[in-house]
């Protein structure tokens, strides 16, 4: 049996002109991973990120925090892979949400800024509508082609040859982990939003897969984390 960890990025910049960017937190928590995996003696063959900049840093840190290297201090291989992006960006879901309620999303000083609370509920509403088919996101996939692109990169990954006992550390963001775990434990669309919204900043959800055969082990698990470190957005 091999395992696949899925890692969520540390926090991102929620409401900030540019969403990919860790936010201090979010900094803080990919150490604080990398942290615990070196005092538990974990020991990847490989880590594999998506191509956003929040994906790629918090694999960064982890590496360097995790202070993962092979026999003779080979270094460990470390990848992008395109298919690991997530269905939208911030930036992208706030335009959508503009335009499907009508409503500002600004949280800064302006004078149609809203409390983070209320444009949160319109954040979650539109990622929602947008899984149930009921609004698309400019220049960015449906759900069942989002979940198609990770069906792609899991049988890739799970039916590749490969010696037994790999150990791939996987950072990604929240949309792909649902859809993995989606696919994992053959779920229909409905449920994706409701995994969604729960998977934390830089939690940890482990698959294991032999022959093409995947099973989920664990769920978006946080205990790692010290609890001022354990945030959601």
């Keep these: 049996m091999s395992l696949l960890v899925l890692m969520r990025h540390g926090q991102a910049s929620f409401g900030a002109a540019r969403y990919d960017a860790l936010s201090e937190l979010g900094q803080a928590q990919a150490r604080a991973t990398g942290q615990w995996m070196r005092a538990q003696g974990v020991k990847p063959t490989s880590i594999v990120h998506g191509p956003r900049q929040r994906q790629a840093d918090t694999a960064a840190l982890l590496f360097n925090e995790g202070g993962f290297n092979l026999a003779g201090e080979q270094t460990l291989p470390m990848q992008q892979d395109p298919l690991l992006d997530e269905f939208a960006e911030g ?62 990169w899991l049988t890739e ?3 590749t040859e490969q010696p037994p006992g790999q150990h791939t550390l996987v950072v990604t963001s929240a949309g792909s982990i649902a859809a993995l775990v989606c696919e994992v434990m053959g779920l229909p669309n409905s449920s994706w939003y409701s995994l969604l919204r729960v998977i934390r900043n830089a939690s940890l959800t482990e698959v294991l897969y032999s022959k093409g ?21």
């Design 157 to 159: 990954q799970s039916a």
């Design 91 to 152: 930036e992208e879901i706030f335009a959508t949400a503009q335009n499907f309620l009508g409503r500002s999303m600004h949280m800064d000083h302006s004078e149609t800024a809203r409390p983070r609370l209320d444009v949160l509920r319109d954040y979650d509403a539109t990622c929602r509508a947008w899984s149930q088919g009921q609004v698309s996101i400019q220049g960015r996939l449906s759900l069942d082609e989002f979940r198609g692109q990770l069906r792609q």
């Design 213 to 233: 055969q995947c099973s989920l082990l664990s769920f978006n698990g946080v205990n790692h984390l010290p609890k001022d470190l354990n945030t959601s957005m």
